[in-house]
């Protein structure tokens, strides 16, 4: 977030931060975060980049049952109520209503009615609830649950049909809730561009393939603005496209935490150059031991021979070991890395083997070689093409 606020002082455009209902709610999700929490973290972050608070917006992620599907309907829906609820007072203004997921008792696929239903039932408590600005909503949700897709397969582009039906159906839902204020402020509908990745490939957007949902948009739902998730690892002409296209808002996330670390990775292999073996941060070894010790995060998501999982922990495009950094012998591993390669600076030569983007802005002149700098700058790298692609 600290590389994506500077990149967004820097360009002057806008920055969405978006949590998802695993990561922040009432009960502090993974993060140990409450929405009011994650609100001040961000607005930490964004002041310290110099990034006004007018071009920071938050937003909230598959905000719905999903946490509690194992629950009844009524009672999960009620917890939902609470967290909407919490997002809204604390000045959460994007609210992606994710309301698909069957709970205990409900059939395996629910109608369209009943998800949208629901969905204007968490709307009404955002609109009760927010202190400022009223909340713009977000509908839809063909795209992977919360924590991203587990293997890659050929994915079916959103059918216009489908795409009119959802939104005939949310329309209809906060008409009959007396929603039609807040019906206004829906300005996006998440659809399946036929996008996505998994832990080894990435399936590349082919606009061909889009072209009927698009031209559905252009004409019958111009106002409505296409969310993009799992758009991570995408090449740089696919941003441009998927914007032509419509696609306003793209989603990113295990794309920049692999950034992160690949340059937490290089840096350790630079540091085993230059720094004295009893004082090395050892970071690699410790975070391979720390994900075996709790493989809780990474489990379900790698499989395979032995060898197979190993590469899998450092380099799969799923990332599923930023959810490990947090973890203190982790953390501390890194802040002793980052120590050491600021008293000994990596020299030209490895960063050139290394890092070789990085290598070639500082003999530019244009990047420190701190750590830091190093770091942060990698991570830009994954959100440069974003950048580029919404000033087209």
């Not at 969405?16 to 695993?22: F, I, R, S, Y």
Request: with cysteine.
């Amino acid at each position: 977030m600290r590389a994506a606020a500077e990149l967004a002082v820097e360009g002057g455009g806008l920055l969405l931060v978006e949590a998802t209902c695993n990561q922040v709610n009432q009960d502090g999700g993974y993060t140990g975060m409450r929405p009011v929490d994650f609100r001040d973290f961000v607005h930490g972050i964004a002041d310290r980049a110099g990034l006004p608070r007018a071009r920071l917006i938050l937003g909230g992620d598959h905000l719905g049952p999903h946490v509690w599907r194992k629950l009844g309907a009524e009672d999960a829906m009620t917890r939902a109520e609470i967290m909407i609820a919490q997002y809204a007072e604390a000045g959460f203004t994007k609210i992606h209503l994710d309301t698909s997921m069957p709970c205990a008792g409900d059939p395996d696929i629910l109608p369209d009615k009943l998800v949208a239903e629901r969905a204007a039932r968490l709307a009404r408590v955002a609109e009760a609830r927010h202190v400022d600005a009223p909340p713009f909503y977000i509908v839809g949700t063909e795209v992977p649950v919360p924590g991203g897709a587990s293997h890659g397969h050929e994915l079916a582009v959103t059918l216009p049909e489908a795409a009119a039906q959802t939104l005939a159906v949310h329309r209809n839902a906060f008409t009959d809730a007396g929603l039609a204020d807040a019906w206004a402020r829906v300005v996006g509908l998440v659809v399946q561009p036929g996008v996505e990745f998994d832990n080894v490939g990435v399936i590349d957007y082919a606009p061909e393939k889009a072209r009927a949902l698009v031209r559905w948009r252009q004409q019958s739902a111009s106002g409505i603005a296409f969310e993009a998730h799992s758009t991570d690892f995408q090449k740089p002409e696919a941003y441009r496209a998927l914007v032509g296209d419509g696609f306003a808002i793209l989603k990113v996330g295990p794309g920049v935490t692999f950034a992160l670390r690949e340059a937490i990775c290089a840096l350790a292999e630079i540091e085993k150059v230059i720094v004295a073996p009893r004082v090395q941060s050892q970071v690699l070894e410790i975070a391979r031991a720390v994900m075996h010790e709790k493989p809780g995060h990474w489990k379900d998501y790698y499989s395979g021979s032995a060898a197979e999982i190993e590469n899998l922990l450092f380099n799969s495009y799923s990332d599923r070991i930023r959810y490990y950094w947090p973890e203190p012998r982790i953390a501390a591993a890194v802040e002793t890395l980052i120590a050491n390669l600021a008293a000994n600076p990596p020299p030209d030569i490895l960063l050139s083997r290394y890092l070789p983007s990085q290598y070639a802005r500082i003999r530019a002149g244009i990047l420190p070689r701190d750590p830091e700098s190093l770091i942060l700058d990698k991570i830009r790298d994954a959100l440069r093409p974003y950048a580029a692609a919404c000033k087209t």
